[in-house]
Protein backbone atom coordinates (compact mmCIF):
# COMPACT_ATOMS: atom_id res chain seq x y z
CA UNK A 1 0.00 0.00 0.00
CA UNK A 2 2.56 2.37 0.43
CA UNK A 3 4.52 1.91 -2.74
CA UNK A 4 1.15 2.18 -4.26
CA UNK A 5 -0.01 5.33 -2.41
CA UNK A 6 3.63 7.26 -3.02
CA UNK A 7 4.34 6.12 -6.99
CA UNK A 8 0.55 6.63 -7.84
CA UNK A 9 -2.12 7.87 -5.00
CA UNK A 10 -0.04 10.82 -3.82
CA UNK A 11 0.38 11.95 -7.93
CA UNK A 12 -3.17 12.29 -9.05
CA UNK A 13 -6.53 13.79 -8.77
CA UNK A 14 -8.72 10.81 -8.65
CA UNK A 15 -12.36 12.35 -10.61
CA UNK A 16 -14.56 9.46 -9.86
CA UNK A 17 -14.31 5.34 -9.37
CA UNK A 18 -14.22 4.24 -13.14
CA UNK A 19 -10.80 6.81 -13.33
CA UNK A 20 -9.34 5.13 -9.79
CA UNK A 21 -9.99 1.57 -10.49
CA UNK A 22 -8.61 1.78 -14.33
CA UNK A 23 -5.48 3.18 -12.57
CA UNK A 24 -5.17 0.84 -9.99
CA UNK A 25 -5.18 -1.71 -12.50
CA UNK A 26 -3.00 -0.40 -14.63
CA UNK A 27 -0.13 -0.02 -11.83
CA UNK A 28 -0.68 -3.39 -10.52
CA UNK A 29 0.18 -4.86 -13.78
CA UNK A 30 2.68 -2.66 -14.08
CA UNK A 31 3.94 -3.50 -10.32
CA UNK A 32 3.62 -7.40 -10.81
CA UNK A 33 4.97 -7.51 -14.66
CA UNK A 34 7.66 -4.55 -14.75
CA UNK A 35 8.49 -2.93 -12.06
CA UNK A 36 11.91 -4.25 -10.10
CA UNK A 37 11.77 -5.34 -6.84
CA UNK A 38 15.07 -4.90 -4.31
CA UNK A 39 13.90 -8.47 -2.66
CA UNK A 40 14.12 -10.61 -5.68
CA UNK A 41 17.16 -8.62 -7.23
CA UNK A 42 15.74 -5.91 -9.47
CA UNK A 43 13.10 -8.29 -11.04
CA UNK A 44 9.31 -8.14 -11.15
CA UNK A 45 7.01 -10.67 -9.44
CA UNK A 46 5.41 -12.10 -12.33
CA UNK A 47 9.23 -12.13 -14.19
CA UNK A 48 10.06 -15.30 -15.75
CA UNK A 49 13.66 -15.22 -15.65
CA UNK A 50 14.31 -15.02 -19.64
CA UNK A 51 15.17 -11.76 -19.81
CA UNK A 52 18.36 -10.76 -22.10
CA UNK A 53 21.11 -9.00 -20.76
CA UNK A 54 20.87 -5.31 -20.96
CA UNK A 55 23.64 -3.97 -24.07
CA UNK A 56 24.86 -0.68 -23.33
CA UNK A 57 25.41 0.07 -27.12
CA UNK A 58 21.64 -0.64 -27.99
CA UNK A 59 19.15 2.44 -27.78
CA UNK A 60 16.62 2.42 -24.81
CA UNK A 61 12.87 3.13 -25.32
CA UNK A 62 10.45 4.63 -22.82
CA UNK A 63 7.03 3.84 -22.13
CA UNK A 64 4.40 5.33 -19.51
CA UNK A 65 2.00 3.71 -17.87
CA UNK A 66 -0.46 5.08 -15.41
CA UNK A 67 -1.86 7.77 -17.28
CA UNK A 68 1.96 9.00 -17.83
CA UNK A 69 2.77 9.08 -14.14
CA UNK A 70 5.49 5.95 -14.46
CA UNK A 71 7.72 5.52 -17.11
CA UNK A 72 9.47 1.90 -18.17
CA UNK A 73 12.54 1.50 -19.82
CA UNK A 74 13.46 -1.28 -22.30
CA UNK A 75 15.80 -1.80 -24.93
CA UNK A 76 14.52 -1.21 -28.41
CA UNK A 77 14.45 -3.87 -30.59
Do not use: F, K
Amino acid sequence: MRTLRHELLDRTIIWNERQLRRLLEEYIEHYNTQRPHRGIGQRAPNDTGNVAPIRRDRQVERTTTCAGLINQYRPAA
